[in-house]
């Protein structure tokens, strides 16, 4: 697996391979679905001196123009982040299977899917 976290003074972002563990039984629960989907947009934190410039929503939408011929899939937390909810969503992801607890706190995670119209 690879990452490629980038950066600027104002944001970072991510974009890998599939985090494959996010569709086991024992998160997602949708093991079959796993090899239709080869890469994953990453997390996305925005300097706290440029929120609300719509950064992140710029980004995502950069990714998905990029990537956006295959199936993309993202995980994010569902209640806490709703921010990044709001912005898969309006991108065509769907959350899809079980929330799972996070291993790093009590919040929980969602899958989030886009099925490629290609």
């Known amino acids: 697996m690879h990452c490629n976290l980038r ?3 104002s944001c970072y972002w991510s974009d ?3 985090t494959e563990s996010d569709f086991a039984e024992h998160k997602a629960n949708l093991p079959d679905l796993s090899s239709q989907f080869h890469w994953e947009l990453g997390y996305l934190f925005t300097n706290p001196d440029f929120q609300g410039r719509k950064l992140a ?3 995502t939408k950069s990714l998905i123009e990029h990537f956006g011929n295959e199936n993309l899939m993202a995980s994010t937390e ?4 709703p921010g990044m909810v709001k912005i898969l969503e309006s991108n065509g992801f ?3 299977g079980n929330p799972w ?3 790093i706190h009590e919040n929980l995670l969602g ?3 886009k099925i490629s119209n290609t």
Do not use: H
């Open 57 to 59: 929503k710029s980004i």
């Open 101 to 103: 607890k996070s291993a």
């Open 78 to 81: 569902i209640k806490e982040n």
């Open 7 to 9: 950066w600027c003074r």
């Open 94 to 96: 769907e959350l899809q």
């Open 111 to 113: 899958l989030f899917l």
């Open 16 to 18: 890998q391979e599939k």
